[in-house]
């Protein structure tokens, strides 16, 4: 049984080949970078020779650029709008029994700072948004002709392996740099912003669910618990044993994306999932990794 993972190189992609290789899945990941096969899943015939030879199982889609900025656009509308299609259209032309996972975002909603469900309505508030809300609908059309796809709306989660430039690691490379010596400030926006901190090796457990089942076809894949970056802070300066408010400055006028994004996830815990590592857990696993 095979499963091909775009976009492999992140911190789900690695979650996922570990669970399918916990479940004897063979898993091809394909990335642009990193110990992957070479490919963009915005390559059309890329995408469909690699679905033709592997004649896979299980495909992820979780290819896209990590920001909603305007600039990258058009990098996440042929990342996520294009390799949408280029996957759909290849499991329907040359592997119909594939099951296809189209990563959705919590960002894609409209929020008023109340729980979202996969029932919320769709704001298309930015670049990044768009090209998710289009995937969704690539996926429910594809779904009409036959094609087993599943939308996962994925909310804010974490890992020690995610990029320097997140706020996650921002917090906690700083406070283990200021242990060891470093006299450095650490500057940052609202840390009154509220989200969700969920671990990633959970999120992905959610998704294979999600994935191994026939009736639920779009969900919320969430904690539904906030926390404040000013929590998270705390929790890892305090492992440390250090007082956070003598290190941290904040960035005077800064406007946030949004003051709350939580989820409602009561269709996903339906199909008996919950996390399982708590937000102090998931510092200690960042902070001694």
């Known amino acids: 049984m095979n499963a091909l993972i775009f976009g492999a190189n992140g911190q789900d992609g690695y979650y996922l080949n570990e669970l399918c290789q916990a479940q004897g899945i063979n898993s091809m990941g394909i990335a642009r970078s990193g110990d992957f096969i ?9 995408v469909q020779q690699l679905i033709k030879e592997y004649n896979p199982e299980y495909i992820f889609h979780l290819a896209a650029k990590s920001t909603t900025r305007h600039d990258a656009m058009f990098e996440n509308h042929g990342t996520i709008c294009t390799g949408t299609l280029n996957i759909l259209e290849s499991v329907y ?3 119909p029994r594939s099951k296809v996972f189209i ?22 508030n930015s670049a990044y948004a768009f ?3 289009q995937s969704v609908y690539a996926a429910r059309y594809y779904r009409t002709l036959g094609v087993k796809t599943y939308v996962g709306y994925l909310f804010h989660h974490e890992s020690s392996l995610r990029k320097p430039h997140h706020v996650s690691q921002k917090v906690v490379q700083a406070a ?6 470093s006299e450095e400030k650490l500057c940052l926006g609202d840390i009154s912003v509220e989200k969700e901190w969920t671990f990633a090796g959970d999120v992905a457990r959610g998704i294979m669910i999600l994935m191994q089942q026939d009736n639920v076809f779009e969900t919320v894949i969430g904690s539904g618990k906030t926390y404040t970056i000013q929590d998270w802070i705390e929790i890892c300066f305090s492992m440390l044993g250090l007082d956070w408010r003598i ?9 946030p994306e949004y003051k709350r994004l939580v989820s409602n996830p009561s269709l996903i815990q339906s199909l008996d999932w919950q996390p399982r590592i ?3 857990e998931l510092a200690a696993k960042m902070i001694h990794n």
Do not use: M, W
Not at 110 to 115: A, I, K
Not at 176 to 181: F, M, Q
Not at 247 to 255: A, C, G, H, L, P
């Open 38 to 46: 070479r490919g963009d899943v915005s390559d059309y015939e890329l």
């Open 93 to 95: 032309r040359h592997c």
């Open 103 to 124: 990563t959705g975002s919590g960002l894609q909603f409209y929020n008023d700072g109340t729980p979202i469900s996969e029932d919320s309505p769709f704001e298309a």
């Open 131 to 133: 090209a998710r809300i």
């Open 176 to 181: 283990k740099r200021i242990v060891h010596g």
């Open 247 to 255: 290190y941290v400055d904040q960035t005077e006028n800064f406007q």
């Open 278 to 280: 708590s937000l102090q």
